[in-house]
């Protein structure tokens, strides 16, 4: 079952009613899954920062990596996030290196509720390689290059303001526990807006 993490003390002190809901995690932790998801039970808006990225460049992320590097698709991600946090309310779902970002990370805790969707490893592996569309993974062994990842990036991810369990269990349930949180924190609550406050009440 997809819980909440129990130990977690949720403090939110920016004004919610400004923010933007900021999924970050590994590859195959579920941000675009349950990113939509959650912006549906919200009645806000969803935007996965990779497809705008790639709707921005005309080329998809392998393709970005390939041609330019990933120093470039590096620049795009900043841009089209800093572009997405300044725009209404929202759901955001990023890709596993943004948050790795200074200048994003900073960005997003300022702007908006960063929400850490963490998964274990063998998870994360077994989503991952149903496809093929991730260039980091073609650096070596994916389950090598995932831990080698993670021990780098979650002395970064630790710093988002909530932080839940999407290694098992429903979809559903770890939007429930996201929700949870975030009423813990008031966040939910107090966000004006008929739809996402009756939407987030259910
Ligand atoms: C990356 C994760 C990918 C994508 C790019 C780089 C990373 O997004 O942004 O391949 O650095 O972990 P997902 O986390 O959505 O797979």
Known sequence: ???????????????????????VGMMGAGKSTIGRRLA????????????????????????????HGEAEFRRGEERVIARL??????????GGGAFVNDRTRKRIKEKGISIWLRAEIPVLLERV?????????????????????????YRYY?????????????????????????????AVSKTPGPTRTAAAAR
């Open 1 to 23: 079952m997809a819980k909440a993490s129990k130990a977690q003390k949720v403090s939110i002190t920016k004004d919610p009613s400004a923010c933007s809901l900021v999924l």
């Open 40 to 67: 549906a039970r919200l009645g806000v808006a969803f935007v996965d920062a990779d497809a705008e990225i790639e709707r921005a460049a005309g080329q998809t992320v392998r393709e970005i990596f390939d041609a």
């Open 85 to 94: 946090l300044d725009g209404e309310p929202k759901v955001i779902a990023t």
């Open 129 to 153: 390689m149903r496809n093929n569309a991730r260039p980091l993974l073609k650096r070596g062994d994916p389950e090598s290059v995932l831990r080698k990842l993670a021990e780098e990036r």
């Open 158 to 186: 630790e710093q988002a303001d909530i932080v839940v369990d999407s290694s098992t269990g429903p979809h559903r349930e770890v939007v429930d526990a996201i929700v949870k949180k975030l009423r813990a924190a008031e």
